[in-house]
C-alpha cells in the first residue's frame, strides 16, 4: 500500500451554515421577536413575578382582550408557566375550568356568578 | 417638519420609496425597525457608542440610533437587507463569510456598512486605515483580526484582482 498524501482535516476552512443569514440582516436576535400582547403580558408579568396569584395574574393580563378563547384557560396556562398548579393556585376561585374545558365550582363555593369569563 | 405633530418624509431605502408619516422624536432605527420591519439593522447601545445600527444615508456610513426619521427626507438609506443586489451578494458579505469574519453576526450589519462606506472612499486601504474605519464598530465575540482581512480580501475583489484569502505574514500582536 502506498502511502498518499494524507487528507488534511484540521485546521482546514469550512464554511458555517449560520453565516447566509448572519449577512444578509436576517438573523433573529432576542429584540427581533415580537410576541402577541397576551404572551408579552404575560412574559412581563411573571418577570416581575415568578409566582402570580390567579388575581395577580388577571390584573397582569387585564389590558389585553381576547374575543374567542375566554380567560380562564389563559389564566391557568400563565399559572402552570410560572411552575405552579393551577389547580392548587385557583384552590380560592369560585369556579375552575375542569378537564374537559367546563365550568365548575370550586370546592367550597356554591355556583354563583362567575368572574372574569371570555364570553 | 410640523410644528409638533407628525412629519411626512419621503424616503428611498434599500431602492425603494417610501412616503411614511413619522413622529418628530421618532430614531431613524425605530423607523427602520419598527415601521419598515428591517431588523437586519441592530441596536446594540442605543447611545452612538456601539456600530450594530450603522445604515449609510446618501452613501455615508451614519449611526441610525443618532439620527431622528425626519431628518432622511429626500435622502436614499441603505441597510444590511440592500447590500445584495437582485439576490447577489456584495464582495464585503462574501468576504466576511469567507474570511470567518463573524460569530454571533450582531455587530456584522453595522461592520459590512462602514466597510462598504470605506471602500467607496478608499479601492486600497491599508490595514491601519481599515482598523481607523471601523474604530467606531464593536465586535464582542470574534474579534477584529478577522474583520480587517475580510475587508482587506473585500477590497481586492473589488478592485477586480485575484483574491488572496490570505495577507501572508499577518501574525501582529
Not at chain 1, 381576547?66 to 405552579?84: D, E, K, L, P, W
Not at chain 1, 370546592?107 to 362567575?114: N, V
Not at chain 2, 429626500?74 to 462574501?94: F, I, K, S
Amino acid at each position: 500500500m502506498t502511502a498518499a498524501t494524507p487528507t488534511r482535516f484540521i485546521g482546514t476552512r469550512a464554511p458555517r451554515k449560520e453565516d447566509p443569514k448572519l449577512i444578509r440582516g436576517r438573523g433573529v436576535f432576542t429584540d427581533d421577536v415580537s410576541l402577541p400582547g397576551m404572551v408579552m403580558a404575560a412574559v412581563g408579568l411573571l418577570s416581575e413575578n415568578p409566582k402570580p396569584t390567579e388575581r395577580e395574574v388577571r390584573e397582569g393580563l387585564e389590558g389585553n382582550l381576547c374575543r374567542c378563547t375566554g380567560y380562564h384557560n389563559i389564566v391557568r396556562a400563565v399559572i402552570a408557566a410560572s411552575g405552579q398548579d393551577p389547580d392548587e393556585v385557583q384552590g380560592a376561585a369560585i369556579h375552575r375550568v375542569t378537564d374537559a374545558g367546563g365550568v365548575e365550582a370550586a370546592a367550597g363555593f356554591s355556583s354563583g356568578d362567575s368572574a372574569g369569563g371570555g364570553e | 417638519m410640523g410644528r409638533c405633530g407628525v412629519a411626512k418624509i419621503n424616503v428611498t431605502v434599500n431602492r425603494t420609496e417610501h412616503e411614511l408619516e413619522v413622529e418628530p422624536q421618532l430614531l431613524l432605527v425605530e423607523l427602520l425597525r419598527e415601521q419598515l420591519r428591517l431588523t437586519g439593522t441592530h441596536v446594540g447601545c442605543d447611545t452612538s457608542q456601539c456600530g450594530a445600527c450603522t445604515v449609510l444615508i446618501d452613501g455615508s456610513a451614519v449611526k441610525s440610533c443618532t439620527v431622528l426619521a425626519g431628518q432622511v427626507d429626500g435622502a436614499e438609506v441603505v441597510t444590511v437587507e440592500g447590500l445584495a443586489n437582485d439576490g447577489e451578494l456584495h464582495p464585503v458579505q462574501r468576504a466576511f463569510s469567507a474570511e470567518h469574519a463573524l460569530q454571533c453576526g450582531f455587530c456584522t450589519p453595522g461592520l459590512m456598512i462602514t466597510a462598504v462606506d470605506l471602500l467607496g472612499r478608499n479601492s486600497a486601504p491599508t490595514d491601519a486605515e481599515i482598523r481607523h474605519a471601523i474604530e467606531g464598530n464593536l465586535c464582542r465575540c470574534t474579534g477584529y483580526h478577522n474583520i480587517v482581512n475580510a475587508i482587506r480580501s473585500a477590497a481586492t475583489e473589488m478592485r477586480g484582482q485575484a483574491t488572496p484569502m490570505k495577507a501572508p505574514a499577518e501574525v501582529k500582536r
